[in-house]
Each structure stands twice: as structure tokens, then as C-alpha cells.
């Protein structure tokens, strides 16, 4: 399974982003979806996730202004991001677990400042 990320940018703080995750075969199956960021210096740290059943899961930093949706019919998982910050400034990797393997796709960058 290979997962390419895009989306990624720099904004200023307040605007929005849309990132996307297409994987190289039908998600249907996958057990759960996410997106993680990585900041520099930090750990990489979980920001959403989606489940097959369709339960979400957030950060609480990002809680009110991210959406992830799961497009099934387009193999792909989408986090929408809105009211950025400049701590929301991260590599977002894109992730997904089928048949107990986790796949990581490359990474996007997205920048928030003004």
C-alpha cells in the first residue's frame, strides 16, 4: 500500500488548508485512517483519525477546526483545516492500518505565519 500526501503550503494565520492522502488501492477495508503531524523538535503526535465504522477521533488542539472525511470511492482521506495557527506549522504525514500493517505516506509541509 502506498499513501502520496499533497495539499501542504504556507498560509497565514487564520486561512485554511485541504490536505489529501490518495492510496494506491480501495480503502475500504482499512480499519482506521489518520493524520499525524511533526513539528520540528517534537514527536510526531496524532491530529485525526477515522475509522471504518466512521468514528472520528481529534486532537484537542484541533477540535472545532479540522475535518477529516474518508472518500471511499476516490481512495482517499482528506483533512481540512481551517483558522490555522502558526503552532498548527508541521510536516502532516497521512497513515492507515489494513490487516494489522500501518502505512505511512510521505509528508506535506505546512507552514502558518504571516
Known amino acids: 500500500v502506498q499513501l502520496q500526501a499533497s495539499g501542504g503550503g504556507l498560509v497565514q494565520p487564520g486561512g485554511s488548508l485541504r490536505l489529501s492522502c490518495a492510496a494506491s488501492?480501495?480503502?475500504?477495508?482499512?480499519?482506521?485512517m489518520g493524520w499525524y503531524r511533526q513539528a520540528p523538535g517534537s514527536q510526531r503526535e496524532l491530529v485525526a483519525s477515522?475509522?471504518?465504522?466512521?468514528?472520528?477521533n481529534y486532537a484537542d488542539s484541533v477540535k472545532g477546526r479540522f475535518t477529516i472525511s474518508r472518500e471511499n470511492a476516490k481512495n482517499t482521506v482528506c483533512l481540512q483545516m481551517n483558522s490555522l495557527k502558526p503552532e498548527d506549522t508541521a510536516v502532516y504525514y497521512c497513515?492507515?492500518?489494513?490487516?494489522?500493517?500501518?502505512?505511512w505516506g510521505q509528508g506535506t509541509l505546512v507552514t502558518v505565519s504571516s
Open positions: 497513515n492507515a492500518e489494513f490487516s494489522g500493517a500501518y502505512y
Open positions: 488501492r480501495s480503502i475500504f477495508n482499512f480499519n482506521t
Open positions: 477515522t475509522r471504518k465504522s466512521g468514528y472520528t
